[in-house]
């Protein structure tokens, strides 16, 4: 059991996207039927968003602020002060994910795009660390270097979903209004 939670904690990007998904389906479990795409889109975004930008930047706020010393070995690197702007900027998409969990469009694209361009940079980071270092720690290699490339390309597709989907389903409610009152 000490083992798993070990992996669960230590792997928290991973271990957050799938509460994520957990929480959607009890969420669109809990909802009257039909779901339309549209709606399971919304709750996966939704949701997403809540666990694997919200809660897990609040996360490695607190693993680089109060945590640094911990967080810095098991990535590989010296601690440095860096760890603590990394915090506090992990903390700043934090909240912009809690604010965007049920919140406009354009708020829930800023909550994909900035963790993105981070993660998507951290990602290159590892690469460069893996191969001029040597740096094969968990922290720098492990599922975190995975999630650093996931979590923003499925940030993205969800976005793209939810445009595409709730646009498709306003377009059938106009038509069929425009039916009913043509009649």
Same mark, same amino acid.
Request: hydrophobic share 55%; aromatic share 14%.
């Given at each position: 059991?000490?083992?798993?939670? +070990? @992996?669960? *904690?230590?792997? =928290?990007?991973?271990?957050?996207? &799938?509460?994520?998904?957990?929480? #959607? !389906? $009890?969420?669109?479990?809990?909802?009257?039927?039909?779901?339309?795409?549209?709606?399971?889109?919304?709750?996966?975004?939704?949701?997403?968003?809540?666990?694997?930008?919200?809660?897990?930047?609040?996360?490695?706020?607190?693993?680089?602020?109060?945590?640094?010393?911990?967080?810095?070995?098991?990535?590989?690197?010296?601690?440095?002060?860096?760890?603590?702007?990394?915090?506090?900027?992990?903390? +700043? @998409?934090? *909240?912009?994910? =809690?604010?965007?969990?049920?919140? &406009?469009?354009?708020?829930?694209? #800023? !909550? $994909?795009?900035?963790?993105?361009?981070?993660?998507?940079?951290?990602?290159?980071?590892?690469?460069?660390?893996?191969?001029?270092?040597?740096?094969?720690?968990?922290?720098?290699?492990?599922?975190?270097?995975?999630?650093?490339?996931?979590i923003p390309i499925i940030g993205f597709v969800l976005l793209?979903?939810?445009?595409?989907?709730?646009?498709?389903?306003?377009?059938?409610?106009e038509v069929s209004r425009e039916g009913a009152t043509a009649?």
């Amino acid at each position: 059991m000490a083992v798993l939670i +070990g @992996f669960l *904690v230590k792997n =928290f990007t991973l271990t957050l996207m &799938v509460l994520g998904v957990i929480a #959607a !389906a $009890i969420s669109l479990w809990r909802r009257p039927r039909p779901l339309t795409k549209a709606l399971v889109v919304e709750d996966l975004l939704a949701y997403f968003i809540l666990f694997s930008i919200g809660i897990s930047f609040f996360y490695n706020f607190l693993a680089h602020t109060v945590y640094g010393d911990m967080s810095a070995q098991f990535i590989g690197w010296p601690q440095s002060p860096f760890q603590a702007e990394l915090g506090f900027a992990s903390l +700043g @998409f934090s *909240v912009i994910g =809690f604010m965007a969990f049920r919140g &406009v469009f354009s708020l829930r694209v #800023a !909550a $994909i795009v900035g963790p993105s361009c981070f993660l998507l940079g951290a990602a290159g980071i590892h690469v460069y660390e893996m191969i001029t270092r040597n740096n094969f720690e968990p922290g720098n290699a492990g599922v975190i270097f995975f999630t650093d490339i996931g979590i923003p390309i499925i940030g993205f597709v969800l976005l793209w979903l939810k445009h595409r989907w709730e646009h498709e389903s306003s377009a059938a409610e106009e038509v069929s209004r425009e039916g009913a009152t043509a009649t």
